[in-house]
């Protein structure tokens, strides 16, 4: 049936299905190669630091204060930098003094100074005291060797604890990622101050902010908490010393000990370390690092992006596939950001997303090839048999024809020339003549045919068959049918009329008569023939009754037959007039039969009505008196009327 045939347009054959899943297989392939390039997995950090930072966990009650050495603590100093190491025993004795819980040099005092200076520093030293140490990677040439700086051993003599305030930088110069040391600056903090933390997992950092996120006081406020601070500000808290300028630096102009964070490319200022090390420490304390997923993880998301663009593109691309892969898209990001903001795992989407985009740009390219192709085919195809007008309308939508065949009712046209192999036989010598001929009855048939919508199935000499609703759908195609037959009628007498005239006088015209036989039903049409060799045609009884009734045209002296299906259809404006009950090869029945007519009279149409009724009961007189009647009134139909009267025997109406 035609509802269960698969469209043109489309194909959803199992190579179409083929190459959706190469196009799938290839993609994720592809992605996941790309991912582990240096420029990918950049990135991938860009897109971590606007994820974490889009709407970043609130920064937990913390108990860090940053003592910063800045401008006004310069400014109220007045000296030069490295300050005296007696200037921050001071500073040591007023943190404690003013309640400090744990305190936090984050500066490398690892030569030695004023020995007094030293030993004031040593002597404030306590297991309260972190105090920070550095390890450098040096490659050469030669070889690569791991520097440690410690601080001076007598600093160590009370308990003080040493703390790597080393950093680990992305290839982007970006600090990302939790440093992966036991005795990191950060985890000694927590330990001086008894706070509970987990094994150290490698991870992500959580940034809560830009620079100055963190309660901070200059150096010189530190000095003196009692003139400078609210009481009790410092009391419980862990206090970390380092550089941390009032005016963060940008990335341009740099700065001693500040780094790029998530927040520098929307801030574009760098955060002082000492800062890092306190978000380090509140990231370890409160279990908020974040687990980058493994490449496995990343690998199954391609796959699971790949099965997904194939089912977007599995039938078709079209603009439903564009919003649903839009969609798929904004799901994929969505879901990389919660699985980020409370899953606190790190999943890039990006990889799984060009899987989608590629297999939906490469399927799309595919199919617009396929599309263009199809469209060119079916011009190619269609333009013999359809109107321009049509065969644009199939160009644009394809989807209307179907492979192959299906039922349709649909309205088929027979068109022969009566007695056209005489006419051949008088040009014999004069082929060229005779091509002129056929191309003057032709042509004008075809634009008729054309014109009214038609489809041209073939021509066969000088006949020609046509139908219409299909394969394009023609509500009014049993109309279109028969005013096509009777234009083609007029235009054959017009013909004449032009073969009159360049005849001249003193020489017999030529007169071109043609059949016209119509009759609607239910067919198969579509492509029918071999594999190397195929048409767009129809099959079934209708054309072969649409065929028997052109060849009787001549039997009856009418120009135009139609059948009875044809007739029960005629619409308004177009009138049937019975011809006959005739005997039709293949049918074991009497076929009615009838000739149409334009807007005719009534009066005309019931007169017609009398002789028919007459006609069929053998009443000869009233036979003869209708008939001369009509054949004066009608004189297109006078040939069909003044035969009448001799098709009934004495006894009434020839059985044959």
Not at 370 to 382: D, I, P, Y
Not at 427 to 454: S, V
Request: with cysteine.
């Amino acid at each position: 049936m035609a509802g269960s045939a698969k469209p043109l347009l489309r194909p959803r054959d199992r190579n179409r299905q083929t190459g959706v899943i190469v196009v799938a297989l290839l993609s994720v392939l592809a992605a996941a190669m790309i991912a582990q390039s240096s420029a990918w997995r950049l990135l991938d950090a860009r897109l971590f630091d606007y994820l974490s930072t889009l709407q970043p966990p609130q920064q937990p009650d913390t108990s860090f204060v940053i003592v910063a050495i800045d401008e006004p603590s310069f400014a109220e100093i007045g000296q030069r930098w490295p300050w005296p190491r007696d200037l921050h025993a001071a500073l040591v004795k007023s943190l404690r003094k003013a309640g400090a819980r744990v305190i936090g040099l984050d500066i490398i005092m690892a030569e030695p100074s004023d020995p007094d200076a030293d030993a004031a520093l040593a002597a404030t030293m306590g297991p309260d005291v972190v105090l920070a140490a550095d390890e450098t990677l040096i490659e050469t040439p030669q070889a690569t060797s791991l520097v440690r700086v410690e601080p001076l051993p007598e600093l160590l003599q009370n308990g003080a604890r040493i703390g790597l305030s080393s950093v680990v930088l992305d290839g982007d110069g970006t600090l990302r990622r939790i440093p992966p040391y036991d005795d990191s600056f950060a985890r000694q903090l927590l330990a001086a101050a008894g706070t509970p933390q987990p094994s150290l997992q490698p991870g992500l950092m959580q940034v809560f902010g830009p620079a100055r996120t963190y309660p901070t006081i200059s150096y010189y406020q530190a000095l003196d908490p009692a003139r400078f601070l609210p009481e009790g500000f410092l009391a419980g808290k862990t206090v970390l010393v380092g550089l941390s300028m009032q005016s963060a630096p940008t990335v341009d102009a740099g700065g001693a000990d500040a780094y790029s964070t998530s927040w520098t490319p929307a801030t574009g200022r760098l955060v002082p370390g000492v800062e890092i090390q306190a978000t380090l420490a509140d990231n370890l304390a409160h279990g908020l690092t974040i687990r980058p997923a493994t490449p496995a993880t990343g690998l199954i998301l391609c796959a699971v992006a790949g099965l997904l663009a194939a089912t977007l593109v599995w039938r078709a691309t079209s603009w439903r596939t564009l919003i649903a892969g839009t969609a798929s898209l904004a799901f994929g990001g969505i879901a990389a950001y919660f699985a980020l903001r409370f899953g606190r795992v790190s999943v890039s989407p990006l990889a799984p997303s060009l899987v989608i985009l590629s297999t939906g740009l490469i399927q799309f390219t595919r199919d617009f090839i396929a599309e263009r192709r199809l469209r060119q085919e079916v011009t190619r195809a269609f333009s013999r048999y359809l109107s321009p007008v049509l065969v644009e309308r199939l160009a644009r939508d394809p989807a209307q024809l179907r492979l192959g065949g299906e039922r349709r009712m649909i309205t088929v046209l027979f068109s022969d020339v009566r007695g056209f192999t005489s006419i051949a036989e008088t040009m014999q010598d004069e082929p060229e003549r005779l091509t002129l001929l056929i191309n003057r009855i032709l042509d004008p048939l075809t634009q008729i045919i054309l014109a009214r919508g038609g489809t041209i199935d073939k021509y066969m000499g000088d006949a020609v068959m046509a139908f219409w609703n299909a394969p394009l759908d023609d509500a009014d195609h049993v109309a279109n049918a028969v005013t096509a037959g009777l234009e083609m009628v007029a235009a054959i007498a017009r013909l004449n009329t032009e073969l009159a005239v360049e005849t001249g006088a003193g020489s017999d015209p030529l007169e071109i008569r043609i059949g016209v036989g119509i009759e609607t039903g239910m067919c198969f049409v579509g492509n029918f023939g071999s594999s190397h060799r195929y048409d767009y045609s129809v099959l079934g009884d209708t054309v072969n009754l649409a065929s028997r009734l052109e060849g009787l045209t001549k039997s009856y002296d009418v120009p135009l037959l139609i059948g009875p299906q044809a007739a029960a259809r005629l619409p308004e404006g177009l009138d049937a007039l019975d011809i006959d009950l005739a005997e039709v090869k293949g049918k074991s029945q009497r076929v009615p039969v009838a000739t149409v007519v334009r807007n005719e009279d009534p009066a005309i149409l019931a007169a017609h009505s009398r002789l028919m009724r007459a006609f069929f009961a053998g009443l000869r007189d009233d036979v003869e008196r209708e008939a001369a009647s009509l054949s004066d009134a009608r004189p297109a139909l006078s040939a069909f009327y003044d035969t009448l009267p001799g098709r009934l025997t004495p006894e009434g109406r020839d059985p044959d």
